[in-house]
């Protein structure tokens, strides 16, 4: 056997191995006596796949019998959503495209459940009905995923029966050659000066549509989720331009992340390479990039995706992780959270850390997964740091099954199938309605939504069925094949064909560290106890374990549960403060409520060094605040200040500095457009504009362009506000040419500002900073106090010179 042919063996066996190491060092674990979970028996298992089997039979017969061939089912309206045909929902329509999505992306669930007959109809179908000639925008990143993905798995499955089942003879890869069509559609997004895609494009006019002209934006998982398919494209149909195109904007991508941290933004300019957002983590807007860049090397065997993986995880490890959470940071100052809250898509992580061999924290965030289904019934959209609902919306998403289903693989504890078992009475009770299932709007009323997604077919229903089947059940080992983020089936062998125009080079900008996490971490540990320190986070009601060193103010973090134990046993109880969603808190401290007097010394402690802390924490957010001052009428000498935030790109005001003028508003207010409709009354003024459609830093040369002196950015989120909301600094392009100053201010602040606007509409404000507008106020109030007593003791003076000599 050659080399080449060996390392291919090799890798073709890598998730087989991975499983069975696994496995083995739970089996090899010291203390079987720590499992709780009761070990399902074979016929409820085989109950529970048979009950998959019918919801996903239930979904799909309501979606051909009353959809087909539109690309979506409206479950409680039974019947289809077409594009031009439907009522819009705006952007998220761009998934469809009148392609008949979810039969398409349905097809290789068919041959999993092993209905070949089916399977050979909707194939027919889908080659008679579907075709891609129409003047329609379309998610570059979302047609991929669901169509050519779905067409390239159903024709590697089509071939597949051919020789394995001797059936579908008749088929000639037909399917392979529409993946191709679409592909070439989608072709022209990758057109930018970068060779990062755009985010949509058109599939008759490619980026010629006039819709298109202003498209600059794309996220980080829409460009980084086409590699797989691309690849498999190229390589089952010998034309490399798409392999090629794939590639270069995974290598454009990696190129633009922050070199320091390691870290990359959500939110990018294809043209430029500008990150627009800078908020990093594992959730939406940049979830499978990390997916694919894992998922490359294993089905390509490019080790520079393992490394550039292993790069991104460990940056991820550091600074996003908190224990079984992930929080976003900031990209640049991945010290600073940007968000206090976690969305539903971050559930698939666990299950790629089992993929990379990183099973410990898997099991974790798994459990914290699993016990804010336990505490919603259903997993919200999004929820805050303290567990409570931030979005209530339940989408049916397949993320959550899909860890269980990969920890359960793993590990074999039972307690992953016990998990399955709950989420699928889940889905049946709140979820089924007479035409399929219906995603939840709120998940705290159970109101439904008339939608249902192509993924609750193509991936919800797929894991579920997974989860409880063995693998004698299924007629394919899925083994040898590579899920993709769809959970369409690519095979390992695709390695084999290559791509003879494409040369993988050893890159050298990686070296040795980078490969350091290749292997799984043999923790000797059943999840259970991993687990069981975790049983009550939520609830902050879990056993600590107990150390000789004290838990310091400065070490402390809320999501340890044994932080909160420890603080509680030296007598400190922790009270919400105001809305829970806002996450703050107020800590009193007793003697009484000590473990022991020892406990009792170490939480006064504990609370000095939180107070000084607290204080050093203030004045460096103070520091960093701008303040948006001005009269409070045009007589008065009394002044108040609402709080904004700096910005990166402009200059900053320090010390005394500031900025004074006559306060107008932009005219159109997002002021993106060249020239402003008012561009003529700006000169000399301070400009406001509200926040969109643009960034941050095109509004603020826009406003320099007319002659503003300053810039005042308003949230477009109603309801937002300072005090309820971290203050963060705008970020810019890299680009060092806004030379006015720019301040950020939430919508609370701002309505505050716009009351005084409009009751005074000539209104002159101050911008500068607010820890110099404290020292102006406290030195205005000093000098009138001096005042005041220096006119007291002269009206004194006075009254006793009135008074006769007899009474002194």
Request: proline share 4%; aromatic share 10%.
């Amino acid at each position: 056997m050659s080399s080449v042919s060996s390392l291919v063996a090799q890798r073709l066996l890598l998730p087989s191995l991975l499983s069975l190491l696994l496995l083995i060092v739970c089996v090899l674990s010291d203390d079987a006596s720590t499992i709780p979970t009761q070990n399902m028996s074979h016929k409820e298992r085989a109950e529970l796949r048979e009950e998959a089997r019918e919801m996903f039979y239930h979904a799909y017969r309501a979606y051909m019998e009353n959809a087909y061939p539109a690309d979506e089912l409206m479950p409680l309206s039974c019947k289809g959503r077409y594009r031009g045909v439907t009522p819009s929902r705006g952007d998220m329509d761009d998934v469809l495209g009148n392609f008949s999505m979810t039969l398409v992306d349905t097809l290789d669930t068919l041959v999993l459940l092993g209905d070949f007959a089916e399977f050979e109809y909707a194939v027919k179908l889908v080659i008679r009905d579907v075709q891609f000639d129409s003047d329609i925008i379309v998610s570059v990143f979302e047609t991929n995923i669901r169509m050519v993905g779905g067409l390239l798995s159903a024709h590697i499955l089509a071939e597949y029966l051919q020789k394995q089942a001797d059936v579908m003879h008749w088929y000639k890869g037909e399917m392979l050659e529409m993946a191709r069509e679409l592909g070439y559609r989608l072709l022209p997004a990758f057109n930018t000066t970068t060779g990062i895609p755009h985010a949509r494009v058109n599939l008759r006019l490619g980026m010629k549509d006039p819709q298109l002209k202003k498209s600059r934006e794309t996220c980080t998982a829409c460009a980084g989720t086409i590699l797989l398919e691309f690849a498999a494209l190229s390589r089952l149909t010998g034309d490399p331009i798409f392999e090629v195109r794939a590639h270069a904007a995974m290598d454009a991508l990696w190129k633009l992340r922050h070199r320091g941290s390691d870290l990359m933004g959500t939110v990018l300019n294809v043209h430029s390479g500008d990150w627009v957002r800078r908020d990093s983590g594992v959730g939406a807007g940049i979830d499978s990039y990390y997916e694919y860049l894992f998922k490359s090397y294993v089905l390509l065997g490019d080790d520079k995706y393992l490394a550039r993986f292993n790069r991104h995880y460990n940056a991820v490890m550091k600074y996003v992780s908190e224990g079984p959470m992930l929080l976003d940071v900031l990209m640049h100052r991945p010290h600073a959270k940007s968000r206090n809250f976690m969305d539903s898509l971050l559930a698939f992580w666990p299950g790629l850390q089992v993929l990379s061999g990183d099973l410990k924290p898997a099991v974790q965030t798994h459990e914290m997964l699993y016990q804010v289904m336990q505490m919603h019934t259903l997993i919200p959209e999004a929820w805050t740091v303290d567990f409570q609902i931030h979005w209530g919306q339940h989408h049916l998403r397949p993320e959550f099954i899909e860890s269980t289903y990969f920890l359960y693989r793993a590990t074999g504890d039972h307690h992953y199938l016990q998990v399955g078992k709950l989420a699928l009475k889940t889905l049946q009770q709140y979820a089924k309605v007479a035409c399929g299932y219906a995603a939840v709007n709120d998940v705290r009323t159970g109101k439904h939504e008339d939608r249902m997604d192509s993924f609750v077919l193509s991936e919800t229903f797929k894991y579920l069925f997974l989860l409880f089947s063995e693998p004698q059940d299924l007629i394919i080992n899925v083994d040898e094949f590579v899920f993709t983020t769809e959970a369409h089936l690519l095979p390992l062998s695709i390695a084999q064909l290559g791509n003879s125009t494409f040369s993988f080079r050893q890159s050298d900008e990686h070296n040795v560290l980078d490969f350091m996490r290749t292997c799984p971490s043999s923790n000797k540990l059943f999840p259970e106890k991993v687990r069981k320190p975790l049983r009550n986070f939520i609830t902050g009601s879990c056993p600590r374990t107990t150390s000789g060193k004290r838990l310091s103010a400065l070490d402390f973090q809320a999501s340890n549960a044994d932080h909160l134990r420890a603080v509680y046993d030296m007598g400190i109880t922790m009270v919400s403060v105001g809305d829970r969603s806002q996450g703050k808190v107020r800590l009193f401290h007793s003697f009484y409520n000590a473990k022991s007097q020892e406990e009792g010394e170490m939480g006064l402690q504990f609370m000095q060094e939180m107070l000084e802390l607290t204080k050093m924490q203030s004045m460096n957010q103070l520091a960093q605040l701008q303040a948006v001052a001005y009269a409070l009428d045009d007589q008065s000498q009394d002044w108040t200040a609402l709080m904004a935030g700096p910005s990166h790109f402009s200059p900053e005001l320090i010390g005394e500095q500031f900025v004074e003028g006559e306060i107008v508003l932009a005219s159109p207010l997002r002021a993106c457009d060249e020239p402003l409709q008012n561009a003529n009354n700006v000169a000399g003024k301070i400009l406001v504009a509200e926040r969109g459609d643009c960034t941050f830093v095109s509004k603020a040369r826009l406003a320099q362009k007319a002659g503003a002196t300053a810039l005042i950015v308003c949230d477009n989120v109603s309801g937002s506000s300072g005090e309820t909301q971290p203050m963060f600094a705008m970020s810019g392009d890299g680009k060092d040419d806004v030379a006015i100053p720019v301040v950020f201010m939430y919508n609370m602040e701002f309505t505050t500002l716009a009351a005084a606007m409009l009751r005074r509409p000539q209104l002159r404000v101050r911008i500068m900073q607010m820890v110099e507008f404290k020292r102006w106020q406290l030195a205005k109030e000093a000098h009138q106090n001096e005042t005041a007593a220096a006119a007291a003791a002269v009206a004194s003076a006075a009254m006793q010179k009135k008074k006769p000599d007899k009474e002194l």
